[in-house]
């Protein structure tokens, strides 16, 4: 039986399939780092929106994917989390750019 990682691999070998999945990296790993995040404070969204006054529905799209977040959301959510926000410019590995 085939891992999603196995599939996903073989999914990468077409280029236009990677490049899609290397399109929408960034806001994968935004909604990732939110969730990772609330979760390792042991909150639920409910929560959470109580903390920051961002309502429970605006924190469930964010998570999901349907609402992109403003640098001051995402500060809002890591204040009420107790964190910091750092954003990064990282460079590419290959060279061709």
């Known amino acids: 039986m085939k891992t999603f990682d196995d599939m996903l691999n073989e999914q990468l070998e077409d280029i236009n399939f990677r ?24 909150l639920t969204q409910k929560e959470l929106s ?20 403003t640098v001051s959301l995402l ?3 890591a204040k009420g989390m107790g964190m910091e926000l750092r954003i990064q410019f990282i460079p590419k590995n290959n060279i061709s750019g």
């Open 19 to 42: 490049k899609e999945y290397e399109d929408i990296q960034p806001e994968m790993d935004v909604i990732r780092a939110i969730v990772d995040a609330r979760t390792a404070q042991n």
């Open 50 to 69: 109580k903390i920051t006054g961002i309502n429970q529905a605006g924190i469930s799209k964010l998570e999901n994917g349907t609402r992109n977040p």
């Open 75 to 77: 500060k809002r959510l």
